[in-house]
């Protein structure tokens, strides 16, 4: 199904969050809807409520860059969110169409770049997070970095999955809004609408964050892990693109040199180099990020 209107959603989604007094608004009359009415923004962002009607309607497709900002700073966004939001108003612009999708797959020579790594945690996550390729302690570190899993589906609909993080609730809210920031304009295309829809439908939870439009990219930090066999992980994680694919991320987690954590990452490595030490039933560590 094409969205020719995601501009618009995008701005009515957003609009909807914001209540007047977060603007410097006066809150007059009850309200039918939540956040702030057309002719409130319009009036914030210095455009005519008209004008900003098209906009919104998907009547009109050629707002300027300033206007774009306007919107922008009316609306509170931050950077990542204001990116997102000329994105969508130039799809032209900023939307790859590449030939009818394949079966995605990590390069071979990233393939062979992670599983060259026994002592450090690796893998490839592809373009609607899926993950593509890890190596044997990436597995061992969490069981939901299998390949074939995808990172979305798997907090929402696996209970083994949902019990790892300690913070279920933001965790889900940052990946979401990290599956909003990967797809950018292209909503439209039929492997994200297949995914939004089967979660749509079995998780009411995934359905109201979807809704809400928030767009956060996933970054490098520090993620502390409680795993079963070894204990506490606090490790960092990095974060590169790879360059001639279709978004896919390499995910590298590392130990500060000389620590516990770096000593039990080592002992993690030895047992998972060594199939018979494993436990025949893998229970999913609690993960938190700071």
């Known amino acids: 199904m094409v969205n020719d209107n995601a501009l618009g959603e995008y701005l009515r989604a957003r609009r909807e969050q914001i209540g007047p007094e977060d603007v410097g608004l006066a809150s007059s009359g009850r309200r039918r809807v939540p956040g702030l009415r057309r002719e409130e923004l319009a009036l914030l962002a210095g455009i005519s409520a008209d004008y900003y009607l098209r906009l919104e309607q998907g009547r009109d497709r050629n707002p300027s860059a300033q206007v774009l900002d306007a919107l922008a700073r009316a609306l509170h966004l931050d950077a990542d969110a204001n990116a997102h939001l000329h994105r969508l108003a130039r799809p032209e612009r900023s939307r790859r ?7 995605e797959r990590a390069p071979d020579g990233i393939r062979q770049l992670v599983d060259s790594w026994p002592h450090t945690p690796a893998y490839v996550l592809g373009r609607m997070m899926d993950v593509l390729a890890a190596n044997p302690l990436a597995q061992a570190l969490t069981p939901i970095l299998t390949p074939g899993t995808n990172l979305v589906r798997s907090t929402f609909l696996a209970p083994a999955s949902a019990a ?6 933001v ?5 979401v809004a990290a599956l909003r920031a990967l797809v950018g304009p292209d909503v439209d295309d ?6 939004v829809g089967e979660l749509s439908v079995r998780s009411e939870h995934f359905r109201k964050l979807w809704s809400r439009h928030e767009v956060r990219p996933k970054r490098s930090g520090i993620f502390t892990f409680e795993h079963p066999q070894v204990g506490p992980l606090e490790l960092r994680q990095e ?8 978004r896919q991320t390499l995910v590298v987690y590392h130990a500060e040199p000389g620590t516990s954590t770096a000593e039990r990452l080592t002992l993690l490595a030895a047992l998972a180099s060594t199939p018979e030490s494993a436990p025949t039933e893998r229970v999913a560590p609690d993960v938190r990020r700071p």
Do not use: F, S, V
């Open 239 to 246: 974060k590169l693109l790879i360059t001639d694919t279709d």
């Open 97 to 103: 169409r590449p030939a009818p999708r394949r079966p």
């Open 190 to 195: 039929p492997a994200l609408n297949e995914l």
């Open 171 to 175: 965790n889900a809210e940052g990946m």
């Open 164 to 169: 790892m993080y300690g913070g279920w609730d």
